[in-house]
Nanobody, 127 residues
Framework: QVQLVESGGGLVQAGGSLRLSCAAS????????MGWFRQAPGKEREFVAA????????YYAAFVKGRFTISRDNAKNTVYLQMNSLKPEDTAVYYC????????????????????WGQGTQVTVSS
């Protein structure tokens, strides 16, 4: 089991930036990849980005359009999501997640394949 704690959420104006952090502890070596998901009220949870721990392969949802960057610091067992040019439609609770199983391509997008989840951090973008 991996414990995940997100931080860095908050209220920003449209066009602003936030950097989310996800600190992992526990059996971190069992995780193949880390992902960021988000969920707005009344909507389904959706994939945002993911990154592998070994070979650093990054995956992004199409709606990111180059605005977000996922990165990792292996020594700190921390994954980051840098969010730039934020839009009101980015408003959601953002969740960090970890998966043990191997994935590639679109197989890394499915939330049901992730094993551990953080508590979420609220991101609110005002217009």
């Amino acid at each position: 089991q991996v414990q995940l704690v997100e931080s860095g959420g908050g209220l920003v104006q449209a066009g602003g930036s936030l950097r989310l952090s996800c600190a992992a502890s526990g059996r971190t070596l069992s995780s193949y990849a880390m992902g960021w998901f988000r969920q707005a009220p009344g909507k389904e949870r959706e994939f945002v980005a993911a990154i592998t721990w070994s070979v650093p392969i990054q995956y992004y949802a199409a709606f990111v359009k180059g605005r977000f960057t996922i990165s990792r610091d292996n020594a700190k067992n921390t994954v980051y999501l840098q969010m730039n040019s934020l839009k009101p439609e980015d408003t959601a609770v953002y969740y960090c997640a970890a998966r043990r199983s191997y994935c590639s391509g679109s197989g890394c997008y499915a939330s049901e394949s992730y094993d551990s989840w953080g508590q979420g951090t609220q991101v609110t973008v005002s217009s």
